[in-house]
T-cell receptor, first 109, second 113 residues
């Protein structure tokens, strides 16, 4: 199974950028890197995904290392609504996601 | 637009009782469908996925089973619940392969007494 590792928790001040790291130790060449976030008692919400190139959307940016063994989710200006558990995942086979325990992001007002 | 519905939102069941959780998707055809479980303080664990009607793949051996009787309906079942079946159950859908995101329902919180 694909395996990702993330820090258990991170803190950020409101309106400052946040860089959430993820290691993809078993990723293969065709696996996409996905990021989701989850608020308490809710299902995960898709944030962003990519294969090799860095990606930007309205929610965040995704930076992927050249060897693809690591990725970084970038929130350009953290808001209180960004406080959540963030999961990174390799996506393999029939679109299967493998989630770890994620990073709990605390945003300090 | 596409929507996903899961019910019930919460469920309390005694040990040994049966279980049926239902998930339906609207606004898309032939989606991939998934059941995940999240234990307290843990990450998400993929239980089952389906790429078509009647096609079910199991990721882990367990006390649960899944069925897909219709294109956009996915059911999670058990004949006899165990205490270890407690958790937060999430259904998700996607189209296509690994370059497509998954979209999750709001989940069912299952407590076994």
């Amino acid at each position: 199974d694909a395996k990702t590792t993330q820090p258990n928790s991170m803190e950020s001040n409101e309106e400052e950028p946040v860089h959430l790291p993820c290691n993809h130790s078993t990723i293969s060449g065709t696996d996409y890197i996905h990021w989701y976030r989850q608020l308490p008692s809710q299902g995960p919400e898709y944030v962003i995904h990519g294969l090799t190139s860095n990606v930007n959307n309205r929610m965040a940016s995704l930076a992927i290392a050249e060897d693809r063994k690591s990725s970084t989710l970038i929130l350009h200006r953290a808001t209180l609504r960004d406080a959540a558990v963030y999961y990174c995942s390799d996506q393999t086979g029939a679109n299967n996601l493998f989630f770890g325990t994620g990073t709990r992001l605390t945003v300090i007002p | 637009s596409q929507t996903i519905h899961q019910w019930p939102a919460t469920l309390v069941q005694p040990v040994g009782s049966p279980l049926s959780l239902e998930c339906t998707v609207e606004g898309t055809s032939n989606p991939n469908l998934y059941w995940y479980r999240q234990a307290a303080g843990r990450g998400l664990q993929l239980l089952f996925y389906s790429v078509g009607i009647g096609q079910i793949s199991s990721e882990v051996p367990q006390n649960l089973s899944a069925s897909r009787p219709q294109d956009r309906q996915f059911i999670l079942s058990s004949k006899k619940l165990l205490l270890s079946d407690s958790g937060f159950y999430l259904c998700a859908w996607s189209v296509g392969g690994g370059d497509q995101p998954q979209h999750f329902g709001d989940g069912t919180r299952l407590s076994i007494l």
